[in-house]
């Protein structure tokens, strides 16, 4: 990770501050290097990377709840070089999803991607988790999103699509995806990869995430998500400011004015504010945007979990557990020698993370859904990100293109990113903060 400089410039004309070290600051980071233009970066925590990063817990790595990396994201490839990208480490899962239904576990993959899960597929409850007429409305759902190879920010949405977007759940409904597969494996995944229990998401959004998993494999990093943050970092002659905690910006007429907590203003040409929502909010005044909260558990079993890397879901109902892996089944790095259970619950939108499960509640559930015996395993931690997940709703798919438009703006010199200006994702979120420098930097040629 970088480490903390103290060389920022004071009242530098022609430099940019960055409020925010998460993906999207770092990206912007990134892109205005190859602009030329240098950039002071102020992060509130004393580590980079936002939720994308990773810590040591007794010799575990744990990441910042159960995230995964998409090996199709073509972002992340344009922002590093190829050997950069390469050195990241990247451990896919099998291009498969586990579910639980009434009668096992179900195995729902591609053959023709997955070839070596065969003997597994045909030993496998999927029978119970397949509807044929659900599977071919649901082609009929996706096709619209089947002909794009891009990422969601760079494309131009007409309004006439943004205009008749639904909620996920409508559109699935329309589409004739109703059945036992929308029950037990459809509905689980979307609450699993779009953090919503309720399917109120974009039914564009939503598409175009079922795409990029079709695409790609679902991965993490060798030794941790935080690598991605790490290497985003490796930018010579950035000022990388921890423990900052900015209080303050606005513009002065000629620039912006920073005000950090301990050390006073400083003035910049413009800046980039790159936190999450609530903090925007408290920032900028920036109108609220939806958001749901998701808890995580990481446990330490004495004995493999699962014989192929997999993400499972439970299409029951009846465990708390809206998502799980064995992480080191494709990562040993993570604990060597030990077997690494992670999992997430994501609460209801406007729920208290509080009333949530409680670790027996989940170590009970991960025996259930893996049918395994839980009871004597160790927990690492438990790990709760309230307001964490922007929820992109039919509404704010205004927010997603490829301009940057009013809401990403706060005046002339101030630019704005994150996961509430994009796609939740890795992908938007880099985009998001590219999109922003990219501004920046063409005000700076003026």
Request: glycine content about 10%; charged content about 20%; proline content about 5%.
């Amino acid at each position: 990770m970088a480490e903390a400089t103290h060389s920022a410039t004071n009242g530098a004309a022609d430099s940019v501050a960055i409020v925010g070290g998460g993906l999207a600051g770092l990206a912007a980071v990134r892109t205005l290097h190859k602009h030329g233009v240098s950039c002071t970066v102020f992060e509130a925590g004393d580590q980079l990377g936002g939720r994308v990063r990773s810590e040591k817990i007794d010799g575990v790595t744990v990441d910042y709840g159960l995230q995964t990396f998409n090996s199709w994201y073509p972002a992340v490839k344009e922002i590093l070089e190829p050997g950069e990208y390469s050195a990241l480490g990247i451990r896919p899962f099998q291009p498969a999803i586990q579910t639980l239904t009434d009668d096992g576990l179900a195995l729902i993959s591609d053959p023709i991607r997955a070839p070596r899960l065969l003997p597994s597929l045909m030993r496998s409850k999927v029978r119970s988790a397949l509807s044929f007429r659900d599977l071919m409305a649901l082609r009929r759902w996706l096709r619209s999103e089947l002909s794009h190879r891009s990422s969601l920010e760079l494309r131009s949405i007409k309004q006439k699509y943004i205009d008749e977007d639904v909620k996920t759940c409508e559109s699935l409904d329309q589409r004739g995806v109703h059945r036992r597969t929308r029950c037990v494996a459809i509905d689980p995944l979307l609450s699993a990869f779009l953090f919503d229990t309720e399917g109120e998401s974009s039914a564009i959004f939503a598409k175009w995430m079922v795409g990029t998993m079709m695409r790609g494999n679902l991965a993490v990093l060798n030794n941790g998500m935080g690598d991605l943050a790490a290497m985003l970092a490796r930018v010579p002659g950035a000022h990388f400011r921890l423990n900052s905690s900015v209080t303050g910006i606005e513009e002065d007429g000629d620039g912006v004015r920073v005000t950090v907590e301990g050390a006073g203003a400083e003035h910049f040409s413009h800046a980039i504010v790159a936190v999450d929502p609530k903090r925007e909010t408290e920032l900028l005044g920036s109108p609220e945007v939806p958001t749901t909260s998701v808890s995580s558990w990481w446990f330490v079993s004495d004995e493999p979990v699962m014989s192929e890397g997999l993400i499972t879901v439970d299409g029951t109902g009846r465990t708390p557990v809206t998502s799980a892996t064995e992480v080191t089944a494709v990562a040993p790095n993570y604990a060597p020698g030990k077997h690494v259970v992670a999992a997430n619950h994501v609460h209801p939108r406007g729920a208290n993370p509080a009333d949530g499960p409680s670790v027996a509640e989940v170590q009970r559930g991960l025996g259930s859904l893996f049918g395994v015996d839980s009871s004597g395993w160790e927990l690492v931690t438990e790990q709760k990100f309230i307001d964490a997940i922007p929820l992109i709703l039919p509404q704010s798919l205004q927010r997603i293109g490829k301009e940057l438009g009013k809401r990403e703006l706060q005046g002339s010199r101030i630019a704005l990113a994150g996961a509430q200006h994009a796609t939740p994702s890795i992908d938007g979120v880099l985009r998001s903060g590219q999109r922003a420098a990219n501004y920046v930097a063409s005000l700076l040629d003026q």
